[in-house]
């Protein structure tokens, strides 16, 4: 067990853990607008965790640089779609 | 190694399943795109994580059009929502 397989191990791990707080979240809150909250960590922390802990995995600088780009555009559809659902919501016409 | 990551794999996608059931209840339709999102998201962490278990060389691309495809389609759902102009 090399350090670099210690420390994916750790991160991976916390995104998981985030994922199934994410998914119990969307599952139990009362309200779209939680529901909502509880979806966005799912996104940012679980997704950003395990790309974290991947990076330890990859061999080339290419192969790195491909994974942030991932989590990169994850994150800025994420933002865009969060905005867009909330503001739906809130007006009330879903 | 391989194993950890295919089994954080497999429980990503369990969570996403049971993250499925909100399509069911869910009384309004943005619920349902929210736990949409959550399979996309579910499937992007998936095959990031199965691509480098197994060293399978287009995992991150097809990751990459997963992400842009799944902020399409909430887009989409929310645009054809506002009233027309």
């Known amino acids: 067990m090399t350090l670099a397989d210690i420390a994916t191990d750790v991160l991976v791990g916390a995104g998981l853990m985030f994922f199934v707080a994410g998914t119990v979240g969307l599952l139990r809150f009362p309200d779209p607008m939680t529901r909502l909250h509880a979806l966005t960590k799912a996104d940012n922390l679980g997704l950003g965790l395990i790309v974290l802990g991947l990076l330890f995995q990859v061999s080339t600088v290419a192969d790195a640089l491909k994974l942030v780009a991932v989590w990169l555009l994850t ?18 016409r879903s | 190694m391989p194993e950890f ?54 995992a991150v691309d097809v990751a990459l059009v997963l992400a842009v495809l799944a902020a399409f389609a909430a887009l989409i759902l929310v645009r054809s929502l506002e009233p027309p102009r």
Not at chain 2, 36 to 49: E, F, Y
């Open chain 1, 75 to 92: 994150q800025i559809a994420g933002a865009t779609v969060t905005q867009m659902v909330a503001r739906t919501i809130w007006r009330g």
């Open chain 2, 5 to 58: 990551l295919l089994l954080a794999a497999g429980l990503v996608l369990l969570m996403v399943a049971v993250g499925l059931v909100r399509i069911l209840w869910g009384p309004t339709d943005m619920d349902r795109m929210m736990a949409a999102q959550l399979l996309g998201t579910g499937g992007i962490a998936a095959l990031l994580l199965v691509g480098t278990a197994t060293s399978l060389p287009g």
